[in-house]
């Protein structure tokens, strides 16, 4: 196999790299980051790729005089959105690993799929912005595409061998945060430092908080309903502490399959990388039933929790609203993460850009990118950022 890997410096593109290591079989490709040329410079001496881009032009630029200062000739360096497209299609790639972080993956997904290559889908924002072109599109192009986020990832095995039998209901699991339990006077007191600890996952700042927040949960909704077509009332998110049940379906004769495991990202990304292949990996942990005394299940907290229910909210109405949800929340988590406003902001300027938005149904890519600019700007506006 021959992978690109677009994030190759983030959580997921370095667990992935932990998968190549293990697999022995998977030839690095292409990688891409944002700015982060002192991993892209080490992943580039280990792994060889033909190509690499890196956003940032200015960064690009850096990395390509020390590869040549080194004698590197071979690794081709690009920048900036048509370098992450580049990556996506180059002709030696066959498989794609999309998992940059937020709407900028919609662009290289898309490209990915017309250009018949294999996805391995981490980078969530695309399907919640775009999953009724994304989708149709992949299925039209008779590719493979496997997500790779573990609830879904977690679906998706629970369906194989049931190509027959519609899904009733999914279950999808949520660890409920470091704030289960939480009051909204206790939330408005949230420190950064106090929403990057995440209780089972370790991942990239921007989905810690949206975990924290609930808002990862709701983003996940959007993402199952594109992802297996079923309606936002039959999704069912269901708060599990600890994430052992990764997610669950539920067929029409009441019968219920679950994906178990030890919180651990290379289960997913080494499944979708393989094809739905099984493959053992250095340092892997299994689930010690005995030593678990239970698992609980609970109902979330709504009310406490806005982001889930505003999720929920747009995954039931569709359309642009989807993206006003995703596009607002990625610019006021920015701003969290950058000290320029608090952590309930991120909420209340989610449902007010929701609010002020006039829905537009099955949005092209244009009215998408229309959708982001102005759910951006009003967050902008209104936290005068
Ligand atoms: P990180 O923040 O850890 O990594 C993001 C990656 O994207 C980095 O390699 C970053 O490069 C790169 N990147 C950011 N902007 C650009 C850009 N403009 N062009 C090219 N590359 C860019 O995120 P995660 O790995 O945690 O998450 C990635 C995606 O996977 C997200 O969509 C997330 O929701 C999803 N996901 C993550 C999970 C996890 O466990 N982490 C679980 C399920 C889903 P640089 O380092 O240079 O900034
Ligand atoms: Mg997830």
């Avoid at 030890?262 to 990388?273: G, T």
Wanted: aromatic residues 6%; glycine residues 8%; proline residues 4%.
């Amino acid at each position: 196999m021959n992978l690109c890997v677009l994030g190759s410096t983030g959580s997921i593109g370095l667990q992935t790299l932990d998968v190549v290591r293990s697999s022995g079989n998977i030839r690095i490709t292409a990688i891409a980051a944002g700015s982060n040329i002192e991993i892209a410079e080490k992943q580039i001496h280990e792994f060889h790729p033909s190509i690499c881009c890196i956003f940032d032009e200015e960064k690009a630029e850096c990395l390509e005089k020390r590869l040549r200062a080194e004698g590197n000739e071979t690794t081709a360096v690009v920048c900036g959105m048509d370098g992450l497209i580049g990556c996506a299609v180059h002709p030696d790639v066959d498989t794609v690993l999309v998992s940059v972080v937020g709407m900028i993956g919609i662009r290289p997904t898309i490209a990915a799929i017309r250009a018949g290559k294999n996805i391995a889908q981490a980078n969530k924002e695309p399907l919640v912005c775009a999953g009724h072109i994304i989708m149709p599109m992949a299925k039209e192009a008779g590719i493979s595409f496997i997500p790779v986020d573990s609830e879904h990832s977690a679906i998706f095995q629970c369906l194989q061998g049931e190509k027959d039998n519609p899904i009733d209901k999914i279950w999808l699991t949520a660890s409920g945060g470091p704030f289960r339990g939480y009051t909204g006077e206790q939330l408005k007191r949230v420190t950064l430092q106090d929403a990057l600890r995440h209780p089972s996952w370790n991942m990239g700042a921007k989905i810690t908080i949206d975990s924290s927040t609930l808002v990862n949960k709701g983003l996940e909704v959007i993402e199952a309903h594109y992802l297996f077509g079923v309606p936002a009332d039959d999704i069912i998110v269901a708060v599990q502490p600890g994430s052992v049940v990764h997610s669950m379906v539920q067929f029409r004769d009441g019968a219920i399959k679950a994906q178990l495991g030890v919180p651990d990202m290379r289960v997913p990304i080494a499944y979708a990388l393989h094809q739905k292949h099984r493959i053992t990996f250095d340092g892997k942990k299994t689930l010690g039933f005995r030593e678990l005394s239970e698992i609980r299940f609970m109902e979330p907290d709504m009310e406490t929790f806005r982001g889930l229910r505003l999720g929920i909210d747009a995954c039931r109405e569709e359309g642009s609203i989807t993206t006003v949800y995703n596009a607002a929340n990625e610019e006021a988590v920015a701003a969290f993460i950058a000290g320029k406003i608090g952590y309930t902001d991120i909420t209340e300027g989610i449902e007010a850009c929701m609010h002020a938005h006039h829905n537009i149904s099955a949005p092209d890519l244009d009215q998408i990118f229309e959708a982001e600019r102005e759910a951006r700007e009003f967050i902008r506006n209104r936290y005068a950022l």
